[in-house]
């Protein structure tokens, strides 16, 4: 099931902010600053964070560009479906996840699926830590994943179902497995998501097309 078609991004070099009408450049062929971009840029306290840590001394590496992507929460449903990215991936740029803590789990997941994930940092940890953290990234030094457990592809398959409003027996059934196991996969889930009482905490912030 086709999710979402997402929109061009934005440069966040400076402050003409060139679309990529095209996917394949992010910036225009005459600016002389570095490629960053900001996926979702729906967020303006995020945008405004990272905007300042990143002009805070911290130079990217301009061969490259990077793309920081807010792996919060309130952005799930994207996290749960490949679309996502499949988008950024066309761009050719590296990707930096920065992560609640409770989405630790499913950003290593897709760490370990796509290798332009550069690196995952988790935001809790407060801007200083983050800050040397992409400052690591941009000087091609190795920065290791959080210490968390990671999402199965099982488990991020009963996260879409669920988003879809499938019943257990409905995923048991599509799965090919019996409904224990998926009640198996919920618990895991909410262990993973930060000790949820139940998977129906979790906020689906955007609706499936």
Known sequence: MKFTTFSSLNCAGCQSQCRDVEGNSVR??????????IWPEDNQFFKMALNDILGNSISVDSH???IFVDFSIDNLLYFIHDEWIEFLSEHNMRIILLAD???LPLAKYWANRE??????????????????????????????LPKSQMVSEREVKVLR???????VAD??????????????????????????????????????N
């Open 101 to 103: 803590k409770e989405m």
């Open 28 to 37: 225009d062929m005459n600016c002389s600053r570095t490629k960053t971009a």
């Open 64 to 66: 490259y560009g990077i």
């Open 161 to 167: 179902y669920l988003s879809q409003g499938k019943s």
């Open 115 to 144: 290798w332009r994930i550069v690196s995952v940092l988790d935001v809790t940890e407060g801007t200083d830590k983050m800050a040397r953290g992409i400052r690591k990234v941009m000087q091609l030094k190795f920065v290791p």
């Open 171 to 208: 995923m048991a059934r599509t799965l090919e497995c019996s409904n224990k196991s998926i009640y198996s996969s919920q618990y895991s889930l909410c262990k993973k998501f930060g000790g949820l009482a139940r998977l129906g905490d979790l906020r689906f912030k955007h609706q499936v």
